[in-house]
């Protein structure tokens, strides 16, 4: 029997997604921030895609949120109510959600493929550990500003593991 799984999974993720909605639809998103200026435009007047979002990039999509849903459960477990969870925030035309806040901290997670992963934790030979790109570390930043917090914490989970490298977590702290 012939069956086309990619086909009978990617209606599967067309019949389950949902447009994103953002808690203030007028505002550029802290996630954006550094992104082009006309993308950001085309968003806030409305402008509708000109290319469809693709089975890939929702698959991808879901596995990070699973990944999200793992280490902000973990950190439910370990300090339970002392943390709170995608806490949403605006500021003069900025907006934002925060995954993780406690008393006195941000954290913003990052669900990353293994390439990247090593990039910034490691580097290479010949290439110091380049950290995490600017756009997470702006976002925690802004959070941690904007919610009155004295630290920023950025975590990066790899989604790519195997057997000589286990899923691997890093974090980098901003005071």
Known sequence: MNIDLEGIVGRYYES???PFEPTHPGA????EVRNCARMIGFRLADVP????FQFHSTF???MGNLIH???QKA????????????????????SGRADVVTADEVMEIKSINAFSFKAAVYGSKH??????????KLQALLSAFVLKKHR???IFVTKGATLREPITIADWTYD
Do not use: Q
């Not at 550029?28 to 996630?31: D, F, N, P, Q, T």
């Not at 290439?127 to 997470?136: C, F, M, S």
């Open 16 to 18: 389950i997604t949902e």
């Open 28 to 31: 550029v998103w802290a996630s």
């Open 49 to 52: 895609r000109t290319e469809p």
């Open 60 to 62: 991808t999509f879901r």
């Open 69 to 71: 849903l793992d280490v």
């Open 75 to 94: 950190l439910e477990l370990e300090y339970g109510d002392d943390v709170r969870f995608e806490v949403d925030w605006e500021t003069g035309g900025i």
């Open 127 to 136: 290439v110091p550990p380049a950290g995490p790109k600017p756009e997470p």
């Open 152 to 154: 920023a914490r950025v």
